[in-house]
């Protein structure tokens, strides 16, 4: 299970952290990601982390600005966000892939909706301009 939180109303130039806690079977986790659904759009990737040795993936969109990190003790990942543009204004979703996962895996690290086993419930970032 993993519950997500941090979204908020910041203005453009801005930070906010996010956070995704992840609960039961946090031991067989293999790769922690963010996505975004801004209003109107589909659901696109930000940023993923490798469980096991924390290596990061982002999208071309937020490098440079976002940082995914995560915290096996608590096993909790984050997403530090800052220099926010009011495009970045979307409802926030962490998934988790699990090791031994059979959803299909299209690529080393991945970035499509289909590659990933659990979901939280979002949570929204608005950033005013």
């Known amino acids: 299970q993993l519950q997500a939180s941090g979204g908020g109303l910041v203005q453009a130039g801005g930070s906010l952290r996010l956070s995704c806690a992840a609960s039961?079977?946090?031991?067989?986790?293999?790769?922690m990601g963010w996505f975004r659904q801004a209003p109107g759009k589909e659901r696109e990737f930000v940023a993923a982390?490798?469980?096991?040795?924390?290596?990061?993936y982002y999208a071309e969109s937020v490098k440079g600005r976002f940082t995914i990190s995560r915290d096996k003790v608590k096993s909790t990942v984050f997403l530090q966000m800052s220099s926010l543009k009011p495009e970045d204004t979307a409802v926030y979703y962490c998934?988790?892939?699990?090791?031994?996962?059979?959803?299909?895996?299209?690529?080393?690290?991945?970035?499509?909706?289909?590659?990933?086993?659990?979901w939280g419930q979002g949570t929204l970032v608005t950033v005013s301009s």
């Open positions: 998934a988790s892939r699990q090791f031994g996962s059979t959803a299909p895996l299209m690529s080393v690290m991945p970035r499509t909706e289909d590659e990933y086993d659990y």
């Open positions: 039961g079977r946090t031991s067989s986790a293999y790769i």
């Open positions: 982390i490798r469980w096991s040795d924390g290596r990061p």
